[in-house]
């Protein structure tokens, strides 16, 4: 068989490629003479090999000479010709990079548009065509292929570019704190993917190996629960992308890769807020005790109690968030203030007051606040505040705790064991999972109450639906406090 005139064999029997430069490029890339090694014996395969090089060698020469690049060492000359013969063609190369578990980096150069695309297939077809002429099997003519439609986006961008896109659209909605951590997760996944890389090509299998690698080097369950509710949760990185139409509609990909199992969904309600028993109720509220509290406290702390409400909730009230409907005194859970947010859509709600909140004077106290010109229901509540404007309800509650619970079983206790002693108290009562729900703003798994159910009015809160369906007005701690208390 004639060797080619571009294939050289050494008396070992290996084979090496040489091309030479073109004379106009010699100064360019400061050589006269290509040579590489193909690492290989077998004649047929050297001379695809050498085929695909003088392909590519010939696809970067028209580059340099397109570009007008004055200077191109041989070392970017290799790197160019590299990435033309893994199928990057005459197309501008982007760089996707992927990390597997036990380290080892994929590196994966792709095309930015649908039309650099149809360019490099009709090439790439001609080109193979040439490939298996020029070992003697068939005739260089273009060969047709069909290739599965793409989905489509509105726009290509790079990860980086997205990432500050996503951030910048959050920020403003987002508590300090919060946004620090969603930052951390999302640079994360960019770094760890490369900036450069366009978001629409990322795939499922990308962010398996993502969440692996952070396994990997320590993180929790809950530490990557938290990062895929953030870069793949409703809201979150993803689900911002494809409602802008950076990437293709249908499947989110960084969903559905990281759960509990049940021996860690065990021990996370082992380890989580305990909801506090009748006599640590009574112990926490006794007049005694209760009178150590400020003012703004013990409201604070009342509410939480008779409301279910989060301490983020609370702090956030406006004076005009407690208000009539109809005849009923109620407390508003809104975010239509300034600096006002809830947690979840379902947590905008309204919530009757509790006929022992009423007793105790909540509502003297709030007029009282409304006569002193004070729009926020507890000023020392700041809306800019780094860990939110519940932090200071928090703080004082765990304060007066440690004072009072210093001889209880150790557990974790603090403002949201109000919440859970709330809800667990309405559950004994037989209040409804749906009237529950809609009082403290939770969510039922049921597609079937999210569809068909419609939200309770105030007077079916505080009520209930019968004499078998109790509302909140059943509940009673029989607390000893009176209106003295609160002074």
Same mark, same amino acid.
């Given at each position: ?359 105790? +004077? &909540?509502? @003297?106290?709030? /007029?009282? =606040? ?6 926020? $229901? ?5 809306? *800019? ?42 559950? +004994? &009562?037989? @209040?409804?999972? /749906?009237? =529950? ?6 969510? $039922? ?5 999210? *569809? ?36």
């Amino acid at each position: 068989m004639r060797i080619p005139h571009n294939l050289v064999r050494a008396a070992s029997g290996h084979y090496s490629f040489r091309q030479r430069v073109p004379g106009d490029l010699h100064a360019v890339v400061g050589l006269r003479l290509i040579k590489r090694a193909l690492n290989t014996a077998d004649t047929s395969c050297a001379r695809m090999r050498a085929t695909v090089l003088a392909s590519s060698y010939a696809q970067a020469y028209d580059l340099l000479r397109e570009r007008s690049v004055e200077k191109f060492g041989k070392k970017d000359l290799e790197d160019l010709v590299e990435r033309l013969s893994k199928g990057a063609g005459r197309n501008d190369l982007t760089l996707h990079r992927t990390q597997a578990a036990d380290g080892t980096i994929t590196e994966r150069w792709q095309m930015d548009s649908e039309e650099d695309v149809k360019l490099f297939r009709q090439a790439q077809a001609q080109a193979n065509a040439a490939e298996v002429a020029a070992i003697g099997v068939l005739d260089p003519t273009p060969v047709r292929r069909t290739h599965a439609s793409r989905p489509q986006v509105t726009e290509t961008i790079s990860l980086e570019k997205a990432r500050d896109a996503w951030l910048a659209s959050i920020k403003p909605r987002t508590l300090p704190k919060t946004y620090t951590i969603k930052l951390a997760a999302v640079e994360s996944l960019v770094s760890f993917l490369g900036p450069k890389s366009k978001l629409h090509t990322v795939s499922r299998p990308d962010l398996a190996r993502w969440y692996q690698h952070l396994r990997d080097n320590g993180a929790s369950t809950p530490t990557l629960t938290n990062k895929q509710s953030y870069v793949g949760g409703k809201g979150g990185f993803f689900d911002w992308s494809i409602a802008s139409g950076f990437y293709p509609k249908g499947d989110n990909p960084a969903t559905g890769h990281v759960s509990y199992s049940l021996r860690e969904k065990r021990a996370r309600r082992k380890l989580g807020f305990k909801a506090y028993d009748h006599e640590q109720i009574q112990t926490i509220f006794s007049p005694s005790n209760f009178e150590k509290l400020s003012q703004n406290a013990k409201w604070a702390s009342l509410i939480g109690l008779y409301t279910g409400a989060r301490a983020s909730e609370v702090g956030q009230l406006l004076v005009t968030d407690v208000f009539n409907e109809g005849k009923l005194a109620c407390i508003r859970i809104s975010d239509e203030g300034e600096n006002q947010k809830v947690k979840t859509e379902v947590s905008l709600r309204t919530v009757p007051l509790h006929p022992a909140l009423i007793e105790l +004077g &909540l509502l @003297v106290w709030v /007029e009282s =606040r409304r006569a002193a010109g004070h729009k926020r $229901l507890f000023p020392q509540a700041k809306g *800019t505040a780094l860990n939110g404007q519940g932090n200071w309800i928090t703080k004082a509650f765990s304060r007066h705790l440690s004072v009072i619970g210093k001889d209880w079983p150790k557990a974790k206790r603090g403002f949201h064991s109000l919440r859970k002693t709330f809800i667990q108290e309405l559950q +004994g &009562l037989g @209040v409804s999972s /749906e009237l =529950r729900a809609q009082i403290v703003g939770h969510e $039922l798994d049921d597609e079937h109450h999210a *569809t068909y159910s419609r939200d309770f009015t105030a007077a079916e809160k505080l009520n209930g639906m019968g004499k078998h369906s109790p509302g909140l007005a059943a509940l009673n701690y029989k607390l000893r406090l009176g209106p003295d208390s609160m002074d």
